[in-house]
């Protein structure tokens, strides 16, 4: 078995992997040759802890396993540790025996990155300039550094609950050499792209702040009760998701779905888009909406590739298992 520890994925893992990787494995989901099993989240009774399960197997590329972990709320002032922890298990698909064990923590910030980076380069403008940013927490900095290799953006615009972390995202403009601009909600008028990416229980973004032609990645919303957009905006919108089960229980589309805005037939796998099977948008008018929660198979695609690269490069740790 092969250990890659949590240390080594910065120095092996890259955008672009971390993008090849997720796009093949929605491909794999829209064609049936990859499929998530039922997530498991439980609040587990002990230091306020969330801890789960995101599994599957794509047997396209061969991967079976599992992504193990939560949200620990009291590590980071108890124990100086980053309160989101995850562990990737592989598992050889012919035979069943563990094969790798990966940490998932940067991973996972980067597979959701490169989530809403496959929406944006399948259903966004191709002339797309001004990318606004709701959110400017950890993952959000992650996210606005890949979408920017989408398309020939001239200018980011941002706005957050907590201002005071609007430098957050700021940062990521400044070093791709980019104009920044801190707005009130009003101003995501003029974005082509948004991404929002809170932990928010109620909308902020209204339908009527955005323009035609807009792409929206919502990629906050991955628990029951969450929200980050208002309902209506599905109702405008053609919407995409990784897997159409999440999206309409723990994703954005759970509020419109459950108002009757939208139903669950008029929810597209992004994968079918990237496999030419649905044409993905439809004018230059459209607004498309991609609902990203997350999906375990994210999650082993990058594992797996972090291990051949990590193979590749002799740091692997090997253990007689
Ligand atoms: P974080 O704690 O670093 O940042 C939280 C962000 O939400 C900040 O911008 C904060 O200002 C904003 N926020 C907090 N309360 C708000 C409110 N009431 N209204 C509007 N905004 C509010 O968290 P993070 O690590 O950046 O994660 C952000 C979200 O992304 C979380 O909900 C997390 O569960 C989710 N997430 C989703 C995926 C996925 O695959 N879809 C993956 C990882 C994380």
């Given at each position: 078995m092969?250990i ?6 910065a120095?092996l893992?890259t ?10 494995v929605?491909?794999a989901?829209?064609?049936g ?8 989240r ?7 802890a969330?801890?789960?399960f995101?599994?599957?197997f794509?047997r396209a ?8 972990g939560?949200y ?15 562990t990737?298990f592989?598992f050889?698909?012919?035979t ?17 990155a ?9 259903l966004?403008?191709?002339d ?11 993952q959000?900095?992650?996210q606005?550094?890949s979408?920017?290799e989408?398309?020939?953006?001239e ?7 907590h201002p ?5 995202i700021e940062?990521?403009?400044t ?5 920044f ?6 101003g995501?008028h003029n ?23 807009t792409?929206i990645?919502?990629?906050g919303?991955?628990t ?7 309902s209506?905006l ?6 995409f998701t ?15 779905v459950?108002?009757?805005l939208v ?6 796998q ?10 993905g948008r439809?004018s ?7 609902d990203?929660t997350?999906?375990g ?7 797996a ?10 740091v692997?740790i090997?253990?007689?298992f």
């Amino acid at each position: 078995m092969l250990i890659v520890p949590e240390r080594e994925i910065a120095d092996l893992m890259t955008r672009e992997a971390a993008f090849d990787a997720v796009e093949k494995v929605f491909a794999a989901m829209a064609s049936g040759d990859a499929y998530n099993f039922p997530v498991v989240r439980e609040a587990i009774g002990h230091e306020d802890a969330l801890y789960g399960f995101k599994g599957g197997f794509d047997r396209a590329g061969l991967t079976l396993g599992l992504k193990a972990g939560g949200y620990w709320p009291n590590n980071l002032e108890k124990r100086h540790l980053i309160n989101h922890q995850s562990t990737v298990f592989l598992f050889d698909p012919d035979t069943g025996k563990a094969s790798a064990m990966v940490g998932g923590n940067l991973l996972t910030a980067l597979r959701t990155a490169a989530a809403s980076s496959v929406s944006i380069k399948h259903l966004a403008r191709k002339d797309a300039k001004v990318i606004g940013m709701i959110g400017a927490g950890h993952q959000a900095t992650f996210q606005l550094r890949s979408a920017l290799e989408q398309r020939e953006f001239e200018k980011v615009i941002g706005w957050n609950y907590h201002p005071e972390m609007l430098p957050n995202i700021e940062k990521v403009a400044t070093e791709a050499g980019l104009p920044f601009e801190a707005v009130e909600l009003e101003g995501m008028h003029n974005a082509d792209v948004i991404i929002s990416i809170t932990s928010a229980f109620a909308p902020s973004l209204m339908a009527d702040q955005v323009s035609d032609g807009t792409h929206i990645a919502c990629m906050g919303t991955d628990t029951k009760g969450k929200q980050e957009v208002e309902s209506a905006l599905l109702g405008r919108a053609t919407v995409f998701t990784d897997e159409v089960a999440q999206s309409v229980s723990i994703g954005e589309a759970q509020h419109a779905v459950s108002e009757g805005l939208v139903k669950e037939s008029d929810i597209t796998q992004v994968g079918a888009v990237i496999n030419g099977t649905h044409a993905g948008r439809g004018s230059g008018e459209d607004i498309t909406l991609f609902d990203g929660t997350g999906v375990g198979l994210q999650d082993l695609a990058v594992a797996a590739a972090v291990v051949d690269l990590a193979v590749e490069k002799g740091v692997a740790i090997e253990v007689d298992f």
